[in-house]
């Protein structure tokens, strides 16, 4: 961590106080207020953490106004352009693009892990057919705390190291396993012969009467879908990964924790909600009747798809994730798809909008990404999954950034309380 260069002042009923502030590599100055309450016996109040560094981290930065991210200082879409998934997994992993030789130990330690535990196929069909395969992520996830217990010891090192690994590598064959339990196909084993994308997609739409030749095009889609969503700095579910991880939990509880956490529609579940909501306005004419909805402040209705916490001018992954669409749908021949051109005509008419424009609400990378695994023929319930499944890594990382930083303590947020004070207990009788 930096050495403080300036100091804050705090001035509360004529008492002043100093505290340090800090100046990260990038990005803004922060108040380290950490002896705040032991100084001055007040918290600060930061609902939803719009204002507050919860750790230092060397893994991802984020310049929301310049519309900039970056992995490890590597800007994603030359990630996205020039690297591939695992390649990326390994900078987040270990800081540092690997050599030829650390890459191919690398892929060949992740491929050798891919398949599950034959009798974690009983969780699966302990499941509805109609469960929601998130639902059943969270699940099946949580349990490889029951079934990989050399791996759990979170102060070793090599368990680690090897969680890592089996994390990375069987979340595909975990999401295609929900995929086919829902459409009462058998499982596909992985093959590892096939890269990482090639592999998931053969494990989604092979069937043992007919294999799936895994066409490159698709395949670099995928790959770069997974890159697109590897970290993304302390969002919601990395946050709630640290915090899980901060209680010493083991690995798979936190990423279940993660899982569970990117589900909502403010978050992972953003994409399966916007590609729902396209189907729903189902043609360009209706396009205005939504807009004004999302307008109307009685309304909940919001654009699934719009907006940012972070980025407030664009979102750099929507910008690789459009370009990959455009070629994923001329492979596909799909460009008079009525959702890809409702999808188009939605997003002019929004950024021609007012409303939009001075909220600062742009494209956000679930608009295009399901927009592309629709095509590929991805059900919208799978939306989600995959992106479980590809920032898995981005939780990872952080976990491990987390639990190898020695100052690392339990996370324990205080609160404003507004509630009753003490009073007495009443008998039923007498209330
Ligand atoms: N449609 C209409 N109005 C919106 C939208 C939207 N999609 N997003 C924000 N607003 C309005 C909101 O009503 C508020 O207006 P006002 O100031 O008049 O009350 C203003 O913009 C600021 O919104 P906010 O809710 O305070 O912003 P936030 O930073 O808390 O929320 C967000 C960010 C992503 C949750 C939100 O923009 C949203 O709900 N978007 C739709 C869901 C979505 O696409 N999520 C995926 C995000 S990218 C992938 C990921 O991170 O998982």
Not at 15 to 43: C, H, N, W
Not at 70 to 86: C, E, N, T, V
Not at 250 to 262: E, Q, S, V
Request: hydrophobic share 40%.
């Amino acid at each position: 961590m930096s050495e403080p260069t300036k100091t804050a002042t705090l001035t509360v009923d004529g008492q002043s106080y100093e505290f340090p502030v800090l100046s990260p590599s990038a990005g803004p100055d922060v108040i380290d207020i950490r002896k705040l309450y032991g100084t001055t016996g007040m918290f600060t109040y930061d609902p939803s953490f719009t204002s507050t560094a919860s750790c230092d981290s060397t893994i991802t930065y984020i310049d929301g106004e310049k519309g900039e991210l970056l992995h490890r200082g590597y800007p994603i879409d030359q990630l996205a352009s020039k690297s591939h998934y695992l390649e990326v997994c390994y900078l987040l992993l270990y800081g540092a693009l690997p050599d030829a030789a650390q890459l191919e130990d690398f892929e060949s330690r992740v491929t050798k892990h891919t398949m599950v535990h034959e009798q974690m196929h009983r969780f699966f069909t302990g499941f509805r057919r109609d469960a929601h395969p998130m639902a059943i992520m969270v699940g099946v996830v949580g349990a490889m705390s029951a079934f990989y217990h050399d791996s759990t010891d979170i102060n070793d090192p090599w368990q680690r190291e090897v969680a890592s690994i089996r994390l990375i590598a069987k979340m595909p064959t975990i999401a295609a396993m929900a995929y086919k339990y829902t459409i009462g196909q058998p499982f596909v084993y992985p093959r590892n012969d096939l890269d990482y994308a090639s592999n998931f997609l053969r494990m989604c739409f092979a069937v043992p009467a007919e294999d799936y030749q895994v066409n490159p095009i698709l395949a670099r889609a995928m790959d770069r879908i997974f890159t697109l969503h590897a970290d993304h700095e302390q969002n919601a579910s990395t946050s709630t990964v640290r915090l899980a991880s901060s209680s010493g939990a083991n690995p798979f509880a936190c990423i279940a924790a993660g899982i569970a956490c990117l589900w909502g529609p403010a978050h992972g579940g953003a994409n399966q909600a916007c590609l729902e909501m396209l189907k729903e306005i189902g043609t360009p004419d209706r396009i205005p009747e939504f807009i004004a909805r999302a307008k109307d402040k009685n309304d909940p209705f919001r654009l699934m798809g719009f907006g940012h916490r972070v980025y407030k001018n664009f979102d750099p992954r929507a910008t690789v994730m459009k370009e990959s669409a455009d070629e994923v749908l001329e492979l596909l021949g799909v460009e008079d798809n009525p959702i890809l051109a409702t999808a188009k005509e939605l997003e002019k008419q929004a950024l021609a909008d007012p409303y939009f424009a001075e909220k600062k609400l742009f494209p956000n990378v679930d608009f295009y990404s399901g927009v592309i695994l629709e095509a590929m023929g991805f059900p919208t319930s799978m939306f989600t999954p995959i992106f479980a499944l590809s920032r898995t890594v981005g939780w990872i990382s952080q976990w491990k950034e987390q639990i190898e930083d020695p100052g690392m303590r339990i996370g324990r947020p205080r609160q404003l309380y507004v509630g009753e004070t003490a009073r007495d207990y009443v008998d039923v009788e007498n209330r």
